[in-house]
């Protein structure tokens, strides 16, 4: 059966720094997706990686796909107040319709 | 921009009542999905409906759930008889296909008493 994980599962961090949200995943899988989630909202798509070595970047957020290692990441550069909320990452197993979520990572930037 | 509409957005029954969650997925989508967050917790898949049958559903979606589209605009979960650990948020998805990604709605706050 497919896991998610997510560490850390909540991020404390300072304006300006840069940190990496990791999403492991217990089986074989090329897809991947990255979700935000701000308190009591939906789940905004962030990112959909649909291959090994995919790399996408929007502004302050890059996420990539390593499905040899099962791990994917995103990467937050220069982090400002306005990226506070729940990020998931979300794996669409082999031969399967669902997707599978990780626990969430709760960041909170300060100033 | 598309977007997958849910109504009511906020429900409160008590225990043991039908309720019935709506949901408007975008027009082009041939994919459709209802999954549940219980509150501080992850997202959870309850069911998978293409081509008018469900295609895929999880062990918590039980003979107390069940999915309709009744016509060619709405999507609904319904619960028969609910119970107070069906207190979570709805959220309904659709999707053109896992290339392309899934856009989920707003959602519905359940709330059994």
């Known amino acids: 059966e497919l896991k998610v994980e997510q560490n850390p599962l909540f991020l404390s961090m300072q304006e300006g720094k840069n940190y990496t949200i990791y999403c492991n995943y217990s089986t074989t899988s090329d897809r991947l997706y990255w979700y935000r989630q701000d308190p009591g909202k939906s789940l905004e798509s962030l990112f959909v990686?649909?291959?090994?070595?995919a790399v996408k970047q929007e502004g302050r957020l890059m996420a990539s796909l390593d499905t040899k290692a099962r791990l994917s990441t995103l990467h937050i550069t220069a982090a400002v107040h306005d990226l506070s909320a729940t990020y998931f990452c979300a794996v669409l197993g082999a031969n399967t319709d669902k997707l599978i979520f990780g626990t969430g990572t709760r960041l909170q930037v300060f100033p | 921009e598309p977007e997958v509409t849910q109504t009511p957005s906020h429900q409160v029954t008590q225990m043991g009542q039908e309720v019935i969650l709506r949901c408007v997925p975008i027009s082009n989508h041939l994919y459709f999905y209802w999954y549940r967050q219980i509150l501080g917790q992850k997202v959870e898949f309850l069911v998978s409906?293409?081509?008018?049958?469900?295609?895929?559903k999880s062990e918590i979606f039980d003979d107390q759930f069940s999915v309709e589209r009744p016509d060619g605009s709405n999507f609904t979960l319904k619960i028969r008889s609910t119970k107070l650990e069906d207190s979570a948020m709805y959220f309904c998805?659709?999707?053109?296909?896992?290339?392309?990604?899934?856009?989920f709605g707003s959602g519905t706050r359940l709330t059994v008493v």
């Open positions: 990686l649909l291959s090994n070595g």
């Open positions: 409906f293409y081509n008018n049958e469900i295609s895929e």
């Open positions: 998805a659709s999707s053109e296909g896992s290339t392309y990604g899934y856009t």
